[in-house]
């Protein structure tokens, strides 16, 4: 059984930065795209960003896209999520994801969530 920890999170201004990490353990990490998704009071999960199991590609929303990046380290099990210029419109719990094999919108399990609050 796969397990998703993740770690980081909280508050910051408008501007500022902030980094997620997700480790897992209980299945072979490399062998999966890894993602991050997020979801804001009153809306539905959305995809942010997604890397391929040797991290050569990666996938991003347009809403995202330039300000976080994505990484991943095969080594310990552990991806990452870097997020700069953040604004409010990303305040939301983000959650880090083993997607499901050939989809990157789609997940076979999900860390605990964490909430990421961007005050104007």
């Known amino acids: 059984q796969v397990e998703l920890v993740q770690s980081g999170g909280g508050t910051v201004q408008a501007g500022g930065s902030m980094s997620l990490s997700c480790t897992a353990s209980?299945?072979?990490?490399?062998?999966?795209?890894m993602g991050w998704f997020r979801q804001a009071p009153g809306k539905e999960r959305e995809f942010v960003a997604a890397?391929?199991?040797?991290?050569?590609?990666?996938h991003y929303s347009d809403s995202v896209k330039g300000r976080f990046t994505i990484a991943r380290d095969n080594a310990k099990n552990v991806v990452t999520l870097q997020m700069n210029s953040l604004k409010p419109e990303d305040t939301a719990v983000y959650y880090c994801?083993?997607?499901?094999?050939?989809?990157?919108?789609?997940?076979?399990?999900w860390g605990q969530g964490t909430q990421v609050t961007v005050s104007s």
């Open positions: 994801a083993q997607l499901t094999p050939g989809t990157l919108r789609e997940a076979d399990y």
């Open positions: 890397i391929s199991k040797t991290a050569s590609i990666s």
């Open positions: 209980g299945g072979t990490f490399n062998s999966y795209t």
